[in-house]
């Protein structure tokens, strides 16, 4: 009977591995060699996947978002145009296009199916108003008098400066291009992330609003043709100001509610009524503002913070940021039980400082939890040289700190299963 151990199968098991890898990786060489060339990266995706191409671009746009407010600025001071910005304008829309081109000749087909496609559809639709905002700019500069132009249907000059206007939406691809800030990305993407919430809570908001209107519009108009109700000039005054049609009445509730309308004047016509129209009234605004709009800002919280856990890059980011403290940490209790600053640190030394609370409070701030010194130590001496280094107290320290993972448990259940069946076959054999 052949005796196996487990590190000997898994010393098989690990060579049989590497045999497949190699094949694998013979068979690919062969595939790439066969390749035709002009399957590598053309010079649009060399220039696309180049850091500098988009910090380039991301100063132009801002750039360009600063050009166009001095524009709109000296417009409204001189009530004319400067040919500087003219050909600043011509400057940047030459700029744009090729950023546009260069980016399509790089991604093709996926240009308008890929990742992107949303940015590079507002990008072409910038890009498409800059060139007709020329085009018309031209057939101004051709026509007789040079101050009315029908090209496409467009007439006059202001009508170009709310083409200009539309080249600001170019600055929120800044939001791509710096995902880097993650301060940045987690504002724009949650406020994205929250729209949806936003719609529905506008609706039902609307339906109170409404419901509380055709209450409140009903009762004063009754009280205005009602000769039981006297109102003053005043209160007659107000009550058509807040409540003389519907839309009135909804304005001015959500403008209570909104802080754009003291309480107090749109009190007036409903206290002159009846005070259990004050009454109504109170119970409105303390239930919008009280629920609702307490419940709408803890479901737009929640949508928020959804967004975050859910955005890919922000997680890795995360716990990159996360890992990284803990091993700054892990640094520092090395430091902390070495003492004698030798490189290394044995049992004795272990011992000594495991019991000072600043050592505890280190372990206890990287999630461990040090019950007993001498299993502890054997668990991170992995190569059992009786003392453990830096590199050994810092993996052994990220591997067992926190709960258990389930890549080890899995590994256990996978010996324990490998340790049974082989039991069994030793028992079954003669």
């Known amino acids: 009977m052949r005796f196996s151990s487990l590190t000997r199968v898994d010393e098989e098991l690990r060579t049989k591995a590497a045999e497949v890898d190699a ?126 132009s029908t090209f496409a249907g467009i007439t006059g000059i202001r009508t170009l400066r709310i083409i200009r206007i539309t080249r600001l939406v170019k600055v929120a691809r800044l939001a791509r291009v710096l995902r880097f800030v993650m301060a940045l990305r987690t504002l724009t993407q949650s406020i994205l992330y929250t729209l949806k919430s936003l719609i529905w809570a506008m609706v039902l908001l609307l339906l109170i609003v409404y419901s509380f209107g055709i209450l409140f519009t009903q009762v004063v108009n009754d009280a205005f043709e009602s000769e039981e109700v006297n109102l003053s000039e005043f209160e007659r005054e107000m009550g058509l100001r807040y409540f003389g049609n519907l839309w009135r009445a909804m304005t001015a509730l959500y403008m209570s509610i909104a802080g754009g309308v003291s309480w107090e004047q749109v009190l ?123 590199e050994e107290f810092l993996l052994g320290c990220l591997r067992l700190r926190g709960n258990a993972k389930a890549m080890d448990i899995a590994k256990l259940c996978h010996d324990q299963t490998w340790l049974i069946r082989e039991q069994a076959r030793r028992l079954a054999d003669p």
């Open 23 to 148: 094949e694998q990786a013979k068979a690919g060489k062969k595939t790439y060699d066969s390749e035709d060339v002009s399957h590598r990266p053309g010079i649009c995706a060399r220039i696309v996947g180049s850091p500098l191409f988009d910090i380039i671009f991301a100063c132009l746009i801002l750039t360009n978002a600063v050009f166009i407010g001095v524009e709109v600025q000296y417009g409204l001071d001189n009530g004319e145009d400067h040919w500087v910005f003219q050909a600043g304008r011509n400057i940047y829309t030459v700029l744009f296009s090729f950023e546009l081109f260069v980016r399509l000749g790089a991604q093709r087909k996926d240009f308008f199916c890929g990742e992107d496609r949303r940015w590079n559809c507002l990008d072409s639709v910038i890009v498409f108003a800059s060139w007709w905002e020329v085009a018309v700019e031209i057939q101004l500069l051709l026509s007789p008098d040079g101050t009315d």
């Open 268 to 390: 007036d016509p409903l206290q002159a009524i009846s005070w259990v129209w004050v009454l109504m009234y109170i119970f409105y605004i303390a239930f919008s503002s009280l629920a609702v709009l307490n419940v709408v800002t803890g479901v737009f919280c929640q949508s928020a913070i959804e967004s975050a856990q859910s955005d890919h890059d922000m997680v890795i980011q995360s716990i990159l940021n996360n890992k990284e403290a803990h091993i700054e940490k892990i640094k520092m209790l090395f430091t902390e039980i070495d003492a004698a600053e030798s490189g290394v640190i044995t049992f004795q030394m272990f011992q000594e400082r495991i019991m000072s609370q600043e050592v505890k409070t280190y372990f206890e701030s990287i999630d461990l939890d040090v019950w007993d010194a001498w299993t502890f130590f054997k668990l991170l001496d992995m190569d059992a040289g009786g003392a453990v280094e830096i």
